[in-house]
């Protein structure tokens, strides 16, 4: 039975393997440090409320994670919710899990105005899921600075 569970300190080393999957998958474009992943964990489970991690399971299973983020956009009047990451091992593709996890968020904030969340165009699955929940590409190319 499928269930979305706040992420907790416990789950560090299933969390942090799956991390690790979901960095050397097509999902992701660029190679990230072991020690920014483990610090996005440890936010992710602190009570700073700045980023979320969930955990999606199948049972007693942890079979995937998903961490998730708010923020003000101006031309849309009013909060946003990013969609920072979602995995789901293997065995748990294909069984309707993306689909709820994505139903159960946006039912649980309602103050979004706008879900957003990035993909790689090569992660055709993943496209088609977001596709089929109704999210359309936004034509503008991202720049960044990172410190």
Do not use: W
Request: aromatic residues 12%; contains cysteine; negative net charge.
């Amino acid at each position: 039975m499928f269930q979305l569970k706040k992420m907790t300190m416990e789950m560090h080393d299933q969390v942090l393997e799956m991390v690790e999957q979901f960095y050397h998958s097509e999902a992701v474009c660029h190679s990230v440090p072991r020690e920014r992943l483990e610090q996005t964990f440890a936010d992710a489970v602190s009570p700073d409320p700045v980023l979320e991690g969930f955990v999606l399971t199948e049972g007693d299973s942890i079979v995937g994670f998903a961490y998730i983020t708010e923020y003000y956009a101006c031309e849309v009047g009013g909060r946003c919710l990013m969609f920072e990451e979602l995995f789901l091992k293997e065995e748990a593709r294909g069984k309707g899990y993306g689909t709820r996890f994505f139903e159960e968020i946006m039912k649980a904030k309602p103050q979004a105005r706008r879900f957003r969340l990035e993909v790689t165009r090569s992660n055709e699955k993943a496209v088609r899921l977001y596709e089929h929940l109704g999210f359309s590409f936004l034509e503008y190319d991202q720049m960044v600075l990172d410190r």
